[in-house]
């Protein structure tokens, strides 16, 4: 049973709350980077569902640990073939949760991911799109390459279109990559929105109690649109839905840390 999120916690008792769910991330990380390393000579399907046991624990520990759970919507605009998934970035929250909830996707980020111990070298076995994010016209092409190929293979590819978590209330000129893939490769785009940000807040150590709120959009088919047309249509349908779920009234944001033309997540 989900937690409201009027319920009431005393301060000591969430951050207490939010160290267990860290500490179980953290030992979960350590155990599980390496079982992940293991399966290097394995297809990708199968590294991909064993990286899957991991972001499935920590969504049940937060959940457990915080009480933050999560309700879903339009579960029936899930296509049965390949898409552009292009999300609302608010929260760590929605990197785990799409990861362990969707069929396996390319995740594209930037390529200093790949270095960190253990969990990078773990990323780079799921195969995601790392993008060089210092060069904008570099990274638009590396997405554009690396993202047809993963899709003509049956993976879906996954792009934050704000390029780095936003918080709540705030909004940022959404990049044209994802919808460039889009109207390049042929493939729909599945636009998704949620409020993790208001219980999962970026760069705070604790987790809030309450239920998050996610929704699939309806397929944006991409054939007979530019790109710049399929960007409008997606931010248009994750900016209204977000201010329809939210309890945070959106505001446009000056925030200059992510480049507007990539949109490539941190």
Not at 15 to 31: C, D, E, K, P
Request: aromatic letters at 12%; glycine letters at 8%.
């Amino acid at each position: 049973m989900s937690v409201p999120a009027s319920t009431q916690y005393f301060r000591g008792e969430l951050v207490v709350r939010s160290l267990l769910f860290y500490l179980g991330m953290a030992i979960s990380t350590m155990m599980w980077g390496p079982v992940v390393l293991l399966t290097f000579p394995f297809p990708l399907r199968f590294r991909y569902q064993v990286s899957q046991v991991w972001s499935r624990f920590n969504i049940w520990w937060l959940k457990k640990t915080c009480q933050t759970d999560c309700c879903l919507s339009g579960l029936e605009y899930l296509p049965s073939t390949p898409a552009i998934v292009m999300a609302k970035h608010q929260s760590t929250w929605e990197t785990l949760f799409l990861h362990q909830f969707l069929p396996p996707m390319a995740i594209v980020l930037k390529r200093e991911l790949l270095w960190v111990p253990f969990f990078g070298w773990a990323l780079a076995l799921i195969s995601p799109i790392s993008i060089d994010r210092n060069t904008s016209r570099l990274a638009i092409k590396q997405l554009l390459q690396q993202g047809q190929d993963h899709l003509d293979k049956g993976q879906w590819v996954l792009v934050f279109p704000e390029g780095t978590r936003i918080d709540p209330g705030m909004k940022k000129q959404y990049g044209i990559g994802g919808a460039m893939l889009a109207a390049h490769s042929g493939y729909p785009i599945l636009p998704i929105a949620h409020n993790a940000g208001e219980y999962w807040p970026r760069r705070t150590f604790v987790k809030q109690p309450g239920t998050i709120q996610l929704v699939f959009g309806e397929l944006i088919e991409s054939t007979g649109y530019t790109a710049r047309e399929l960007n409008i249509l997606t931010e248009g349908w994750i900016e209204d839905t977000v201010t329809r779920i939210s309890r945070i009234p959106v505001k446009e944001s000056s925030n200059p840390e992510t480049k507007p033309d990539s949109g490539i997540a941190d």
